[in-house]
């Protein structure tokens, strides 16, 4: 039974777990961010930012104390000389967890942790939202009461000019709408031109191809009644032919 265990044991003894974490911290004080599990990653927020706040006070007490966790002179030292100066305004909340997705082969779900102090782009960011909201100016206390007489001799003043502007927007609108007709003339003259020379075009081209077919047709017609006085003499050189075989027969009859 789990009964008042508030913490997450990770699945490890207290040997192993209590290594882990120190290594985890080193590591993180020493490159600022690290890739790990989410379920990890709260166990070492848990552990690091009570050293983080120790890290505040720098004494002999105070360094033998984090020294007692982290087991690293290295890390250690970076801790006092640089986390802990920058850390100083800051109440808490020294870490941040930034989720990645599921890890390959088991799914587990994954994060990155880093000191808050040493995220650049975040920072610039919120710099330049501060820069922003200093620069705005509010006008609420510069209102003024104004009288009736004043209040309409404004909208005198605004009226007339409206007129003014109405009438030369129509005027150029006007304007606008006989360029525009002007231009469609142009371009109505233009297509009509166009489909007059392509009307042109073909008219000329069936010219030249008649003038081509009329040769064409002289030279068959020309072509036909040779081909008639050949197959005409032909029927006759057969005719020949034939009286001759007949008369030939005749003659070796009578010999018989």
Known sequence: MRHKKSFNHLSRKPAHRKAMLSNMATSLILHKRISTTTAKAK??????????????????HSRRMVFSYLQNKDAVTELFREVGAKTMKRPGGYTRILKTGTRLGDNADMCIIELVDYNENLLAAKEEKQQKSSSRRSRRGSK????????NQQTEQQVAPKGEEVKAEEKEDEEVE????????KEDAKANTKSEEKSENKAETARKEEKKEEPKKTETKKETPKK????VEAKNEEKENKKDDQAEDSKDE???
């Not at 930012?49 to 002999?60: G, V």
């Not at 003024?144 to 209040?151: F, G, M, N, V």
């Open 178 to 185: 006989a360029e525009s007709k002007a231009t469609d003339t």
């Open 43 to 60: 166990a070492l927020r848990m552990y690091i930012e009570p050293l983080i706040t120790k890290a505040k006070e720098d004494s002999t």
């Open 144 to 151: 003024k009461t104004k009288s009736a007489d004043e209040i």
């Open 254 to 256: 009578k010999k018989e």
């Open 228 to 231: 008639e006085e050949k197959k």
